[in-house]
């Protein structure tokens, strides 16, 4: 499975991007998708999954300031974030395998090359 992450770029505190991941895969639809990010001198860490079903869930640092929606017909997934701040700086990776376990989401993804997001005046 093939996953390219674009849209990431340098921008200021306060600033929006949109992520866009286009994954080649066929069941796409049926499966919980999501980003993660991976900051400097971190673990990667979800930011944000949506299931098949079209429930989602943020990470708490992000709520209320990043919205997750798929395409399913175009194999899909988006990551927009609004009021950008520097500690969202990172790597951003696209998953498209996801399933949860009790509370806790996982990835079976082969991850891509992620796009990088910076936040700084």
């Known amino acids: 499975v093939q996953v390219v992450e674009t849209g990431g770029g340098l921008v200021q505190p306060g600033g929006s991007l949109r992520l866009s991941c286009t994954a080649s895969?066929?069941?796409?639809?049926?499966?919980?998708v999501g980003w993660y990010r991976q900051s400097p001198g971190k673990q990667r860490e979800l930011v944000a999954v949506v299931s098949s079903g079209g429930i989602i869930e943020y990470a708490g640092v992000v709520k209320g300031r990043f919205t997750i929606y798929r395409d399913n017909p175009n194999n899909q997934v988006y990551l927009q974030m609004n009021s950008l701040r520097p500690e969202d700086t990172g790597v951003y990776y696209c998953?498209?395998?996801?399933?949860?376990?009790?509370?806790?989401?996982?990835?079976?993804?082969?991850w891509g090359q992620g796009t990088q997001v910076t936040v700084s005046s």
């Open positions: 895969r066929n069941d796409f639809r049926k499966n919980a």
């Open positions: 998953a498209t395998d996801m399933y949860r376990a009790g509370e806790t989401w996982y990835s079976d993804d082969d």
